[in-house]
């Protein structure tokens, strides 16, 4: 089955990330590429930008789109195998993806974790169930445990925006007032990983990523070290993966202000919204010309529109 869940979906990221680059600059090329063929995106949870750049990328391509917010308008469904549905879940996902199978020629699902089991949202149930039983492309909208098309969209941003061939990207915890996945931050690890780039993760102790998403980056508690001239900061909230789900302290003095930015090499600063001002991130850098924030919205429209054309033509790799 074809899916787009991780970067080892992508048999070729450089070429994604150029026809990304094309598409954004011709938009309108394959608008009959789509012709008759519907794309319906599922939400388990809110989105604005998810939501708005993926149909907004089908229609450049012009596909028909249909959203549903499952959590909201649909039965309530059970993701367990083999249970008696005799309580509050009215509907069983092997059903209720076989049958939007049934009406869409490609699926986008966003799911978040639950945060309470980690071997459970680490093992991607809701994601995998889908492409399991929908039987069409399924292409993720953020899953437990990654947010590729941001990664994507990201990537391609410091791609425009580079320098130099090897820019030191570092990826900084941020504080936050509730648990939020680890998904953004393993996937732009992932990416970033695959990029080739001077990489560098830090977080306060107690916030390691999963060893698979840290790869080969050079991880430090020590904020002010990990910022020491970096081109590009990435800002994120994420909660600890080692007491899974939980918030283990304020966060006090991890948010990303100008001080702190005179320590790197005038860094562009990005965060995939929505953004918490005044606790992840100060105001005077979201108003700021080192704030990269809307180019990487508006790169969400080309990532999607690029994956969306793989999946047309057939080229996932998986
Ligand atoms: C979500 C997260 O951190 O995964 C979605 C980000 C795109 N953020 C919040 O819930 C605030
Ligand atoms: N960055 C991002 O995915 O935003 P939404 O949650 O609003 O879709």
Redesign the pocket.
């Known amino acids: 089955m074809k899916l787009f869940s991780s970067v080892k979906d992508v048999t070729d990221v450089n070429q994604l990330v150029s026809e990304a680059i094309k598409l954004k600059a011709n938009p309108f090329a394959d608008e009959q590429l789509g012709k008759h063929k519907t794309l319906g995106l599922i939400f388990l949870n809110p989105s604005l930008r998810t939501r708005l750049s993926t149909q907004k990328a089908a229609m450049n391509l012009g596909m028909q789109v249909m959203v549903m917010n499952m959590d909201k308008e649909g039965w309530a469904l059970e993701t367990q195998d083999g249970i008696i549905m005799n309580g509050t879940t009215v509907e069983h996902i092997r059903e209720a993806a076989g049958v939007m199978g049934e009406y869409c020629d490609i699926i986008g699902i966003r799911s978040?974790p639950g945060l309470k089991d980690r071997d459970e949202d680490y093992s991607e149930l809701i994601f995998n169930k889908f492409v399991q039983f929908c039987g069409v492309p399924v292409v993720s909208l953020?899953s437990a445990t990654r947010?590729p098309l941001?990664s994507l969209a990201d990537l391609i941003t410091i791609e425009e925006l580079k320098t130099t061939a090897k820019p030191r990207v570092v990826l900084t915890w941020a504080p936050h007032v509730k648990p939020?996945?680890q998904?953004?931050a393993n996937s732009f690890a992932e990416w970033m990983n695959k990029a080739d780039y001077d990489f560098v993760i830090t977080h306060p102790q107690g916030y390691d990523l999963a060893p698979e998403f840290v790869g080969n980056a050079m991880v430090t508690n020590n904020q002010d070290e990990a910022l020491a001239g970096a081109d590009f900061v990435y800002v994120k909230n994420w909660s600890s993966y080692q007491d899974y789900g939980k918030i283990l302290s304020d966060g006090d003095g991890w948010m990303m202000t100008n001080e702190k930015l005179k320590l790197t090499n005038n860094a562009g600063v990005m965060h995939?919204l929505?953004v918490r001002r005044g606790l992840e991130l100060s105001h005077e850098i979201l108003d700021g010309p080192n704030s990269l924030v809307l180019n990487q919205a508006n790169n969400r429209v080309w990532a999607a529109q690029a994956v969306l054309k793989m999946c047309l033509t057939h080229t996932l790799s998986s």
Request: charged residues 10%; contains cysteine; glycine residues 0%.
């Open positions: 978040f953020e947010h941001q939020l996945p998904a953004v995939c929505p």
